[in-house]
């Protein structure tokens, strides 16, 4: 079977500015493939000031960009926690930076400590999503008791979320690049 890939924006906030990046949907029923950030060849993320230079570039290199609103990850907001770790955690904000994270390094063959399963991280995990409480009263994937919930987190889940969450956001930072498509019309 072919694979399908849907392209999408993904918005972020970071340093207090709000860029854009393309996120690809795997859509493979046979083959539980994760889903994953667009890299360019020389093996970083481009990333862009506006919708409007991230549709520019994707048109540049032939993708189509589905027309869904992004919802934003706050990176901000995940690198205040950081700061000071023991106050209350976001549950959304963190998960869904813990995801990006994920999705930026499986096309770049890196190791993602919150992609490493083992009993602790997995729990850290669960207790995010469940945090979430999107799927609350879903027997599937809402929390086991079927109401809200609220994580109490232990000393060594939160360092373990820390470690996590400062790893990522390095990688982040590492491999993207912002691109004025407008510089490559003219180059």
Not at 107 to 114: E, M, Q, R, V
Not at 163 to 184: D, M
Request: negative net charge; glycine residues 4%; aromatic residues 14%.
């Amino acid at each position: 079977m072919e694979k399908i890939k849907k392209y999408y924006a993904c918005w972020f906030r970071l340093n207090q500015a709000d860029k854009y990046l393309i996120w690809i949907d795997k859509e493979n029923p046979e083959i539980d493939e994760p889903e994953e950030v667009f890299v360019n060849e020389q093996g970083r993320i481009p990333v862009f000031t506006s919708e409007t230079e991230l549709a520019r570039y994707a048109e540049l290199i032939g993708v189509e960009i589905e027309n869904q609103e992004p919802g934003l990850i706050n990176f901000d907001a995940v690198e205040e926690w950081l700061q000071e770790p023991n106050s209350y955690i976001d549950c959304p904000e963190c998960l869904n930076a813990w995801n990006l994270f994920i999705d930026v390094a499986y096309p770049l063959k890196l190791t993602f400590n919150g992609d490493k399963l083992n009993r602790l991280r997995n729990r850290i995990y669960d207790k995010l999503f469940w945090g979430n409480n999107d799927f609350v009263g879903c027997p599937n994937l809402g929390h086991p008791s079927g109401d809200y919930y609220f994580p109490e987190w232990s000393p060594a889940e939160v360092r373990k979320l820390v470690k996590i969450l400062k790893q990522g956001l390095k990688l982040f930072r590492r491999y993207t690049v912002e691109v004025q498509v407008s510089a490559i019309f003219t180059d």
